[in-house]
């Protein structure tokens, strides 16, 4: 099992920046992989950016290239996602979540942080 906890949500108005924090826990040698996902009222939750622990190769969605950017601390078991020029569109629950295997599904998932950007 691996335990995740997300922090660093909060209200930003249009522009503004927020940077969430993702600490896994418990046996995150089996992680190959972390991602961040997000799910607005209404929608469906969505792919927004994920990084590999070993090599640190990082993807994005298209709707958040250029604004926000995956990071790691393998010392601290962290991950994290910054988020600058922020939108009122990006307003939703983040999510951190850890995958086991190269590709496929993830296996752990945080219990989100609510991120509202006004505009």
């Known amino acids: 099992q691996v335990q995740l906890v997300e922090s660093g949500g909060g209200l930003v108005q249009a522009g503004g920046s927020l940077r969430l924090s993702c600490a896994a826990s418990?046996?995150?040698?089996?992680?190959?992989?972390m991602g961040w996902f997000r799910q607005a009222p209404g929608k469906e939750r969505e792919f927004v950016a994920r990084?590999?622990?070993?090599?640190?190769?990082?993807r994005y969605a298209d709707s958040v290239k250029g604004r926000f950017t995956i990071s790691k601390d393998n010392a601290k078991n962290t991950v994290y996602l910054q988020m600058n020029r922020l939108k009122p569109e990006d307003t939703a629950v983040y999510y951190c979540?850890?995958?086991?295997?190269?590709?496929?599904?993830?296996?752990?998932w945080g219990q989100g942080t609510q991120v509202t950007v006004s505009s």
């Open positions: 990084i590999t622990w070993s090599s640190g190769l990082a």
């Open positions: 979540a850890s995958r086991c295997g190269t590709v496929g599904d993830y296996d752990f």
């Open positions: 418990g046996r995150t040698f089996s992680s190959y992989a």
